[in-house]
């Protein structure tokens, strides 16, 4: 088969750059979602432009998480345009900080997909460490305790913890009044599996953070090596 002489296929690409791209960038690193302990849902507009010489029309928008969901305020940016899009996230029990992306789909060959980060960062109000106490069956049924923490600007009391199983004895000291409490477990046994969990009540007045769960465990341990030897 003939292959087609070098300079044509040079003068070809030429002409293919010479047609410009489109090239939609937003005007931060990324889009920073910010919501307050209270928000179920937060609200964000992003602004962005296409820095290309080349119109670009949007053809899709697909969110990498049901939590999230953007639009974008026209469908076609001509080069230099720039563009303003809206976010809307469910806060629902993120906590902390979490990386989420839009990709927006393109007609444009040179940027068919153009990914949009969102930097998630929800404030902790309640933490609780560790949030699990586990016992391996057969050890001595001692004493471990977690520490709950409130973290928001206002104090919150722990006003009520409760046990899912009968099997553990348990107790909370107030450490700091508002701030910081210790729940103190103890297996009445540990000759038999067991999974449970404290339900601890608090006074916010926000519904999400009104009821935390801390778990406790007793588990067969792993056979290690040595044991396993007659």
Known sequence: ???PPLLLTIIALACLASAGRGELALDAPAVEVKPKPEDEVVEVAFSFRNTGSKPVTVLELESGC???????????????ASGVGKAEFKVSSFVGRHE?????TTDDPNQPKWVIPFILDVPAVVE???KTLQWWLGDEPVA???VVRMLGD???NVTNVTSTRESVEFKTEVITPGREYRITVKPKSTDDVVMGALK??????IPKYQRQL?????????????ESNP
């Open 100 to 104: 989420k992306t839009v990709t927006v």
């Open 214 to 226: 801390a778990f406790f465990s007793v588990f067969r341990k792993p056979a290690s090596a040595a």
């Open 1 to 3: 088969s003939m292959k």
């Open 66 to 80: 049901s939590c999230l969901s953007a639009s974008l305020d026209a469908r076609t940016y001509a080069p230099g």
């Open 200 to 205: 601890i009540e608090t006074d916010s007045s």
């Open 128 to 130: 609780i460490e560790p």
């Open 144 to 146: 471990k305790s977690c």
């Open 154 to 156: 206002q104090p919150l």
